[in-house]
């Protein structure tokens, strides 16, 4: 059996050791698109905070790792995907056939549409390069300027922040964070950003980026709703798309991302995908959806594995899981965050301390939650949604008091 | 064969001398809120839960770290976090549903039960034998195990 991987991130590197595991004698083609080892994309803002060199960013440490399990490392990019004569098209020109395949090449940023993103010196945060260019650019005292306040925009923030530059975010929502965080935490995160020092501009929107003619900075940003800002750098963080370009043409169904079944399958048999490229299900509502995080990508990783292998092995959705830590503010989301209509929620704010945390249950059972300020026993916000406890009488006692998540638990399970 | 705790609620008077030991084990100083392992008051019930982490087999922390920071310790199995490795990227945490992955402000990585390499602090200090160190054929984790089947997105099947 011969296994081709596209992609060396997280779900791609979990599918290859599992098929290793599951099968000694298959051979495994392992294909990165960037010339460097296996590594992390979630551990590039660390690299910048200074607080790793780059090899701490490697998904494995071990020297040889990929040659000791028999599993070949390529790094090339793959241009196309010949369907008919199961074979993957490489960019330096080669071709790899195979007889089952992993789809797991991930997401790659995207620009809006605005005027002046392409020059030099205005950088997404999604490489290894990338991550240099911006170390080169975001010194001490430099003015920099980060377009987009999401989930990656955020945590780039904190790096750059450690690296003592001039900071100003910049936002089109009227929050930062407004995919995982509601108004009243996406609030406090800015009020809390904004006393650390960090020029934080929401509702705002980058309409031009051009040279300063007057030569005090390299750019300047036109923007509605904040004037003119100065930038040496600009960093662009403004969303992800999953890479399905090179999918076009062929059979592979592809909406957002390629589409899969509950066994990770594609429209194709034998053919599968995982991690951020993967268009699976949403695990509370069941619906489509893309869950571009890093447990998902290794959990969909080792589940297509096991599918490619042989062991039938259900993909039950996954569950949207994000935890962020903005200049030492932490916070998280789960699931339902937002609420369902029919359900009810609970809350405890203490602003003044930056703490809350809100619950959203269905009928006696927790399906979502955002925390802010809390790192103890978060996981278990997780354990009591996913193992769809019926709380019975504590859910009273949870909209009484959301912070005894883990009594909760303890008390419906052991 | 390997060893793992073993906690029986019903025997726990709340004393909180794990918490301690543990702390100073792990952490040097007698601070109950630096300690892995944690008691819960149930004062309605009259009922205290000690609870830490169970080593689980699914190894939910150590599937979702991006750094290869967790490992299991091959002579007592337990899963340890690599300090040199970790990043403090906090997924861990939300990734275990026990809870039972916490973050550590002042290191700046995040801390879980390692069994103290193998004689833990805790069922040395358990003045009621409440947690006790056992082979791990007998503990009352099966109990948590089954509930960590239930969480159903990693399927149960092993490779």
Known sequence: MRYAIIGAGPAGVVAAETLRARDSGGEIILLGGEAEPAYSRMAIPYLLAGQIDESGTYLRHTQGHFESLSIQYVQDLVKALDVESRRLILKEGGSVEFDRLLIACGSHPVKPQIEGLDQPGIHHCWTLEDARSIAKYATAGSRVVLMGAGFIGSIIMEALVRRKVKLTLVEMADRMVPRMMDQTAGNLIKQWCIEQGVDVKTSTRVKAVTPDSSGKARYLLETDGAGEIPADLVVVATGVRPTIGFLAGSAIETRQGVVVDDHLQTSVKGIYAAGDVCEGFDWNSGNRAIHAIQPVAAETGRLAALNMSGCKTLYTGSLAMNVLDSIGLISTSYGAWQGKAGGDDAQQLDASRYKYIKLQFEEDRLIGAITLGITEHVGVLRGLIQSRIALGEWKQRLVRDPSRIMEAYLAKTQ | ?159
């Open chain 2, 1 to 159: 064969m390997l060893r793992s705790l073993s906690i029986e609620p019903e025997k726990c008077t709340g004393c909180l001398q794990c918490e301690m030991a543990c702390s100073y084990e792990n952490e040097g100083v007698f601070n109950p809120a630096k300690s892995r392992i944690k008691v819960f008051v149930f004062e309605r019930e009259g009922r205290n839960v000690p609870y830490t982490c169970t080593q689980c087999a699914d190894a939910w922390c150590k599937n979702a770290c991006p750094t290869e920071a967790i490992q299991i310790n091959a002579a007592t199995g337990a899963k340890e976090i690599n300090n040199g490795l970790c990043v403090g990227c906090k997924v861990c945490t939300i990734a275990c549903p026990f809870g039972t992955v916490n973050y550590n402000h002042a290191t700046g990585k995040v801390i879980k039960c390692d069994l103290c390499g193998g004689d833990p602090a805790c069922a040395k200090a358990c003045p009621t034998q409440a947690i006790t160190f056992v082979d791990a054929d007998w503990t009352g984790y099966s109990k948590m195990r089954n509930w960590a089947q239930r969480t159903d997105t990693q399927s149960s099947a092993q490779v």
